[in-house]
């Protein structure tokens, strides 16, 4: 049986770190054959949840990437941990685009984004310590 | 890693294509909004942003791409994409962009629809 395959980040704070993190998800999905298309997509929710530790967190920003290849669909698991103040992910509004077209603030896009392209998301907040949990599945989301 | 370069492909009247390429995020985002602006300023109604050489934009990115879809809107004008990787299409679908904008799945198609709107 194949061991899952594990990597662990810790994000220096420079222009573009996120992308490291987004990196190393094709990386490590392609030694399974993730298919592309999925991994683009496992991806940009790795990028969201790094933006959001890099930009509202404190400390070190960590990031761990597990793929498990050894199933009929493989899967990939990621998790994005900070350590800022923390937040109610509960008490973040959905966005709806009709109302952000004419908003002064257009952003707040990411977490919906990691909902929507992952199979499973869980996230954990308090001040402190900050872990957003995410899987997909090959014929997920 | 992903660079950034936009970069007008094509002016016709009205139309102005815009090819994007690398990752869009703040900075990408804001060199999309300052060019369209000036563009929209100069008299374009309808722009093209063809993202064949883009794989990713963030959510950053896809704020500033509101405010050149608001823009549009206030000038009665098209925004349209065109050349999206399935994941970007997947972001749009997401937020619902297809409402208020037209996506083409190549440059080919586009000019063909949009020159006959203008």
């Known amino acids: 049986m194949a061991e899952p395959v ?7 704070r420079v222009a573009r770190a996120e992308l490291i993190a987004g990196d190393a998800v094709e990386d ?3 030694r399974v054959d993730f298919p592309r298309d999925t991994l683009a997509e496992v991806k940009l929710a790795v990028v969201e949840a790094c933006l959001n530790a890099l930009e509202y967190g ?18 990939i698991e990621a998790a994005v941990v900070d350590h800022g103040p923390g937040f109610d992910p509960g008490g973040q509004p959905r966005p709806v685009l009709a109302a952000k077209l004419h908003a002064r603030r257009k952003r ?3 977490l919906e984004l990691i909902r929507r392209l992952m199979d499973e998301v869980e996230i954990t907040s308090r001040p402190g310590l900050t872990r957003i949990h995410m899987t997909r599945r090959t014929g997920g989301a | 890693m992903e660079t950034f370069e936009l970069s007008i492909a094509q002016r016709q009247g009205e139309l102005a294509v815009l090819e994007v390429a690398g990752y869009i995020n703040n900075e990408g985002g804001e060199a999309i909004a300052r060019e369209a602006r ?3 300023d100069a008299g374009c109604r309808t722009l093209l942003l063809d993202l064949h050489a883009t794989r990713i934009i963030n959510s950053i990115g896809i704020s500033l791409l509101l405010e050149v879809l608001e823009r549009t809107i206030e000038v ?5 994409f065109c050349c ?3 994941s970007i299409a997947k972001t749009f679908q997401i937020m619902g962009l297809a ?7 190549d440059r080919a198609a586009a000019l063909v629809e949009l020159v006959k709107v203008r």
């Open chain 1, 6 to 12: 594990r990597l662990r980040l810790v994000l220096p």
């Open chain 1, 28 to 30: 490590l999905g392609r």
């Open chain 1, 58 to 75: 404190a400390g070190e920003v960590e990031v761990e990437l597990t793929v498990h290849p050894d199933s009929a669909n493989p899967w």
């Open chain 1, 108 to 110: 707040g896009w990411g």
């Open chain 2, 38 to 40: 000036t563009l929209l």
């Open chain 2, 76 to 80: 009665k004008g098209t925004l349209a």
């Open chain 2, 84 to 86: 999206l990787t399935p």
């Open chain 2, 99 to 105: 409402q208020y904008t037209r996506i083409f799945p």
